[in-house]
T-cell receptor
Framework: GQNIDQPTEMTATEGAIVQINCTYQTSGFNGLFWYQQHAGEAPTFLSYNVLDGLEEKGRFSSFLSRSKGYSYLLLKELQMKDSASYLCAARGDSTLTFGKGTMLLVSP | SAVISQKPSRDICQRGTSLTIQCQVD?????MFWYRQQPGQSLTLIAT?????????ESGFVIDKFPISRPNLTFSTLTVSNMSPEDSSIYLC??????????FGQGTRLTVV
């Protein structure tokens, strides 16, 4: 079966760094995705990892360990606009399975 | 990247009625999907919309309740049939390109009263 676990919510202050963890179990594995979803809006793509290691893209980085079934999303220099839900999603043999999302609240 | 237009953006419907949601993509795509996102929940895949053949439904979803059309490579519809309050949710159309990234429409916020 497919299972994605991530924390329900996190808080952080503006300018800080936050790490959102995700563990996954899938039938087959063809990549790990992170999406950002602001309230009332559609998810938008942030990152994709299929090999072990760190992928950096501006203020956002994503890490994958396939042997551990583990990924994290690292957000640096947090801004108020980063307050959103962050969805971890794993692709198994065919379809994407999404976690429930981590609601991040950035405070001044 | 793909630009997806989904409509309606929201609707309030009476129980027992049906609503058809449309999804238009600005380019031809092989894979189109329909998701449901209930309040505070994750995205749940309803079905894969296949061009020229019947949609492939995930466990817990059936064609009689969620009929899907895919007449060509740029358009699909999802109908929510015989609605009940439990169908109140956000419905999202999604497409995937050759890099496997998924793009989403703006979503349809459905409230059944």
């Amino acid at each position: 079966g497919q299972n994605i676990d991530q924390p329900t919510e996190m808080t952080a202050t503006e300018g800080a760094i936050v790490q959102i963890n995700c563990t996954y179990q899938t039938s087959g594995f063809n990549g790990l995705f992170w999406y950002q979803q602001h309230a009332g809006e559609a998810p938008t793509f942030l990152s994709y990892n299929v090999l072990d290691g760190l992928e950096e893209k501006g203020r956002f980085s994503s890490f994958l360990s396939r042997s551990k079934g583990y990924s994290y999303l690292l957000l640096k220099e947090l801004q108020m606009k980063d307050s959103a839900s962050y969805l971890c999603a794993a692709r198994g043999d065919s379809t994407l399975t999404f976690g429930k999302g981590t609601m991040l609240l950035v405070s001044p | 990247s793909a630009v997806i237009s989904q409509k309606p953006s929201r609707d309030i419907c009476q129980r027992g009625t049906s609503l058809t949601i449309q999804c238009q993509v600005d380019s031809q795509v092989t894979m189109m999907f329909w998701y449901r996102q209930q309040p505070g929940q994750s995205l749940t895949l309803i079905a894969t919309a296949n061009q020229g053949s019947e949609a492939t439904y995930e466990s817990g979803f059936v064609i009689d309740k969620f009929p899907i059309s895919r007449p060509n490579l740029t358009f699909s519809t999802l109908t929510v049939s015989n609605m009940s309050p439990e169908d109140s949710s956000i419905y999202l159309c999604s497409v995937e390109d050759t890099t496997t990234e998924a793009f989403f429409g703006q979503g349809t916020r459905l409230t059944v009263v």
